[in-house]
């Protein structure tokens, strides 16, 4: 098969996926609120060294120490997030991690320049919530989409992902010449979570579930 009939195929399928969609309103939110806050995720993590290293005055090797902080932390966050998720949810435990790159972002607001103490706590505070925060949302999303139809939805899923991934990156730089300064421009990322985290909230995973069990698989 040509590469022209492939794409082809691929956009005719997301149409139909799209199309679909509406009749699932919690899948439908819930990717909405994902775009979001992960959009803010996605954002913090790449502006971090740029902003550690112009507002903040660290030197390269210190921004790599952060970095592998952040791997570290990850791993045993990830599994410290499952846990918290198999005592009370998945979405709750979501939420409850929005909060944490809230407070994250405004603290890396106010942290003085050179403290490079307190930038390794923030840095460890990315880490604690980032794997949880990934895996625990992949996780909800395939308990919403519906059966025999995941392979396109998930299609529909990293799309959408990847479509709106330039978003954070643009209000960041933006904030940052209309105001001149790093600061304001990693605050205005609390939008994404705050945005993200309404949205979620208002989720009803056990709804969304019901609908997408009881909606007709596609003949293949």
């Keep these: 098969m040509s590469t022209g009939r492939l794409v082809a195929g691929s956009m005719g399928q997301l149409v139909r996926t799209l199309r679909s969609a509406p ?24 502006a971090a060294s740029i902003y550690g290293q112009q507002q903040l005055g660290f030197a390269a090797g210190q921004l790599v120490t952060a970095i592998l902080l952040v791997q570290v932390v990850a791993l045993l966050g990830a599994l410290g997030a499952g846990w918290v998720a198999q005592r009370t949810s998945a979405k709750a435990t979501v939420l409850g991690s929005l909060v944490v790159w809230v407070g994250v972002v405004v603290a890396g607001m106010v942290i003085p320049a050179g403290a490079f103490g307190l930038f390794l706590a923030l840095a460890a505070g990315i880490g604690l919530v980032l794997g949880g925060t990934q895996a625990l949302s992949r996780s909800m999303f395939s308990q919403l989409v519906p059966r025999g139809r995941e392979a396109e939805w998930f299609g529909l899923y990293q799309s959408a992902e990847r479509g ?57």
């Design 23 to 46: 009749a699932f309103p919690q899948t439908l939110m819930f990717l909405v609120a994902y775009l979001f806050f992960n959009d803010g995720v996605q954002t913090v993590i790449a």
């Design 164 to 220: 709106t991934s330039w978003l954070g990156t643009l209000v960041f730089g933006l904030v940052f010449q209309l105001t001149g300064s790093y600061r304001p421009a990693i605050a205005s990322l609390v939008v994404f979570f705050v945005v993200g985290g309404v949205l979620l909230w208002r989720v009803d995973v056990a709804r969304g579930r019901r609908e997408a069990e009881q909606a007709p698989e596609l003949s293949s």
